[in-house]
């Protein structure tokens, strides 16, 4: 079973800085990987797919890099609402979430 | 527009069953499948299955094989996911999603709480 780790666990950053989140898999899954915002008491948001691709209507702040086994979420300029837990997803194999990071706004 | 909506939060006893539904509206409902995926308190989201609405073929993770089942009905275009012999461990919210490769449009989600 494929099993996808992210890391950092838990960021703290202030409003107009750069997140860096990251996401490994166990093995290769070449592009297949989302990433999703999750917020409490919502359902979760596809942000990007195939690795690197916006899903329609997510700002451009949000932008996803890698193949293989090595994955990045960047939101390069972090707005208050940006307040979440995002989940990397891979479907090379049946689909497997991350355990998730939360990115705290101070 | 393209949405799912699901039915609203339910209550049972363990050993119990439940069946949440999920409505698709916007598109058309046999192109693309439903995977089912649910967030228990403090933990993360976990996939539970998928199911072709075109084809009725489904696949189970391993870990709900046997205590749960999918279903479509195509002429409502609505999802279907039981889950049989309720543990308080299967408290969580449980969401249907479109699957287009990813998880596109996701319903707003059904709580569902086990507590005897």
């Known amino acids: 079973e494929i099993v996808l780790t992210q890391s950092p666990a838990t960021l703290s950053l202030s409003p107009g800085e750069r997140a860096t989140l990251s996401c490994r898999a166990s093995?290769?899954?070449?592009?297949?990987l989302a990433w999703y915002q999750k917020k409490p008491g919502l359902a979760p948001r596809l942000l990007i797919y195939?690795?690197?691709n916006r899903a329609a209507g997510i700002p451009a702040r949000f932008s996803g890099s890698g193949s293989g086994t090595d994955f990045t979420l960047t939101i390069s300029s972090l707005e208050p609402e940006d307040s979440a837990v995002y989940y990397c997803?891979?479907?090379?194999?049946?689909?497997?979430f991350g355990g998730g990071s939360k990115v705290e706004i101070k | 527009q393209v949405q799912l909506v699901q039915s609203g939060g339910e209550v049972r006893k363990p050993g119990a069953s439940v069946k949440v539904s999920c409505k698709a509206s916007?598109?058309?409902?046999?192109?693309?499948?439903i995977s089912w995926v649910r967030e228990a308190p403090g933990q993360g989201l976990e996939w539970m299955g998928w199911?072709?609405?075109?084809?009725?073929?489904?696949n189970y993770a391993q870990k709900f094989q046997g205590r749960v089942s999918m279903t479509t009905d195509i002429s409502t275009g609505t999802a279907y996911m039981e889950l049989r012999s309720l543990r308080s461990d299967d408290t969580a919210v449980y969401y249907c999603?479109?699957?287009?490769?990813?998880?596109?449009?996701w319903g707003q989600g059904t709580r569902v709480t086990v507590s005897s």
């Open positions: 199911i072709s609405a075109y084809t009725g073929n489904r």
């Open positions: 916007g598109y058309n409902f046999t192109t693309y499948g």
């Open positions: 093995q290769s899954i070449s592009t297949y």
């Open positions: 997803q891979q479907r090379y194999t049946w689909p497997l």
């Open positions: 195939d690795a690197s």
């Open positions: 999603a479109r699957v287009v490769g990813a998880f596109d449009v």
